[in-house]
């Protein structure tokens, strides 16, 4: 469904040039869904903006059922933004507060009217896509404020889903929300793509949130992936030590799982993403760093999974092992 390589983007000019991605590869096969994980600065939402097309590449393509959006114009674009929505992290600041739930949700058929055409026939997929998200007929004509937040968020998964798209894009879509709310909202996006065969690109800072919706999983540091694979290798078998500290933080519900997972604590700040490290931009907080980190930049190292599986790589010099993932 979607496949990202070489993707470079940049912001500024000069000494103050950022590189917020520098040269990402991502994919995620229809139906899937993928999470992409890492720090504040990492890059997540300029990638999302970019699978959005709201940002163009530098460099690299970007590939969406075969097809480079960046290279459409006119109708060509307008229909090709039909199939990609977003679902945002706010769900009260991504709707406006003077429209019902019924004119947020048919609000994308302002612009693409002949999605559903006819009035009548956007009242029935207004009451649909109501039911689909579970809220009730009647919610329609309320308001936002007469919504709790849970169910404002389903308002916009609703909105998202009206104009049948392939893939949505979910910007920290349950941070905002109280932790029982967040397993509603994370049951109906599952039970969507179960339903509906909708992919997911899924960004989050919450590990346990990407490990229970997530078939795949990207970890991103200083606009570079630097791990990815299938969520279970990733989660078990981290092989990036960046990886390895964040699996460390999460915390463990399940004390008879048998993880012996020591604590992982890195040292000082992300750097400045104006003044990137030399070599490995994660030597200046790594224990395994060695000379050969600040001189040379890693290489892409992948680990045998059984036939047909997602490959798991990573990027490092010095990857870690089942034996030493967490030692």
């Given at each position: ?169 979910c910007d920290e879509p349950v941070s ?104 490995c931009r994660f030597r200046t907080r ?42």
């Amino acid at each position: 469904m979607l496949e990202v390589r070489g993707v470079t983007k940049t912001f500024g000019g000069g000494r103050r040039r950022l590189t917020a991605l520098d040269g990402v590869d991502v994919r995620v096969g229809r139906g899937q869904t993928l999470g992409l994980v890492g720090e504040s600065g990492c890059g997540k939402s300029t990638l999302a903006r970019v699978l959005l097309g709201l940002e163009r590449p530098d460099a690299g393509t970007v590939r969406f059922d075969g097809t480079d959006p960046f290279a459409l114009r006119g109708r060509e674009l307008l229909a090709w933004r039909r199939r990609v929505q977003m679902v945002f992290q706010d769900p009260f600041a991504s709707l406006n507060a003077r429209m019902s739930a019924a004119d947020l949700i048919g609000e994308p058929w302002r612009t693409h009217r002949d999605v559903v055409p006819g009035a009548k026939a956007r009242e029935k997929r207004i009451r649909e896509l109501l039911d689909l998200v579970g809220l009730r007929a009647s919610d329609a004509h309320r308001y936002p404020n007469e919504f709790s937040g849970g169910q404002r968020q389903r308002i916009g998964i609703a909105r998202a889903l009206a104009l049948d798209p392939d893939l949505i894009v979910c910007d920290e879509p349950v941070s905002a929300l109280d932790l029982s709310v967040q397993a509603q909202v994370l049951n109906v996006l599952s039970d969507l793509r179960t339903r509906l065969g909708v992919t997911y690109v899924f960004i989050s800072h919450d590990l346990s949130v990407v490990r229970y919706i997530s078939d795949l999983v990207t970890v991103m540091y200083l606009g570079k992936v630097v791990e990815h694979g299938a969520t279970e290798d990733v989660f078990e078998r981290p092989r990036h030590p960046y990886t390895a500290a964040l699996m460390s933080a999460a915390p463990v519900l399940d004390t008879g799982r048998g993880d012996h997972r020591e604590e992982i604590r890195l040292q000082g700040e992300i750097p400045s993403p104006f003044d990137i490290p030399s070599g490995c931009r994660f030597r200046t907080r790594c224990r395994h760093a060695e000379d050969r980190c600040a001189s040379e930049a890693p290489p892409v190292v992948g680990r045998d999974t059984p036939g047909g599986a997602e490959p798991h790589t990573a990027l490092c010099h010095f990857p870690l092992d089942a034996a030493t993932a967490w030692t």
